[in-house]
T-cell receptor, first 114, second 109 residues
Framework: EAGVAQSPRYKIIEKRQSVAFWCNPI?????LYWYQQILGQGPKLLIQ????????DSQLPKDRFSAERLKGVDSTLKIQPAKLEDSAVYLC????????????FGPGTRLTVT | AQRVTQPEKLLSVFKGAPVELKCNYS??????LFWYVQYSRQRLQLLLR??SRESIKGFTADLNKGETSFHLKKPFAQEEDSAMYYC???????????FGQGTRLTINP
């Protein structure tokens, strides 16, 4: 089966600019996650969707980050405006039905904010 | 507070030697723990979870509630075990994972 797809793979922007990341989960997976992984740290959950509804966005900096999952399939994560501390790898993952441990990860998008 | 601690950022052992990657957790509920692995240029993937009590690629991990630990062990390390390893805790109810900061394991020939 095809894995989780993410684009772009790399992005370099200047602070105060905007950026958007795209994720296509495994077909049929109802649950989608966005993680932020800062260098030297483990992944940190930003937002979790069940179909097109938000389950958990408690760690999403809502003043600058937003995410949506229209039609319960693809998802986009946006940062506007970006700060230097947003430099990280953004990982998307999906799972079949919310059995959270069995998550399938995408390759990630490496964001550098200068 | 829920927390996962992996005290070693880097661990280096020789091929054929035993390896143990440490993981400690802090959680008030009933813990469910996992090990995820990321090989070079590959995606993060599930290695094993404690409730399945299985051995994957020769690795085992036992949950010790008294010591709040979930260490990953392998009796004889192989070069292909070199990777980044993350311990993760499932937060019940919220159904989300909290990851440790990871340990980079290097197996020397």
């Amino acid at each position: 089966e095809a894995g989780v797809a993410q684009s772009p793979r790399y992005k370099i922007i200047e602070k105060r600019q905007s950026v958007a990341f795209w994720c296509n989960p495994i077909s049929g997976h109802a649950t989608l996650y966005w993680y932020q992984q800062i260098l030297g740290q483990g992944p940190k959950l930003l937002i979790q969707f069940q179909n097109n509804g938000v389950v958990d966005d408690s760690q999403l900096p809502k003043d600058r980050f937003s995410a949506e999952r229209l039609k319960g399939v693809d998802s986009t994560l946006k940062i506007q405006p970006a700060k230097l501390e947003d430099s990280a790898v953004y990982l998307c993952a999906s799972s079949l039905d919310g059995t959270t441990y069995e998550q399938y990860f995408g390759p990630g998008t490496r964001l550098t904010v200068t | 507070a829920q927390r996962v601690t992996q005290p070693e950022k880097l661990l280096s052992v020789f091929k054929g030697a035993p390896v143990e990657l440490k993981c400690n957790y802090s959680y008030s509920g009933s813990p469910e723990l996992f090990w995820y692995v990321q090989y070079s240029r590959q995606r993060l993937q599930l290695l094993l979870r404690h409730i399945s009590r299985e051995s994957i690629k020769g690795f085992t991990a036992d949950l010790n509630k008294g010591e709040t630990s979930f260490h990953l062990k392998k009796p004889f390390a192989q070069e292909e075990d070199s990777a980044m390893y993350y311990c993760a805790l499932l937060i019940q109810g919220a159904q989300k994972l909290v990851f440790g900061q990871g340990t980079r394991l290097t197996i020397n020939p």
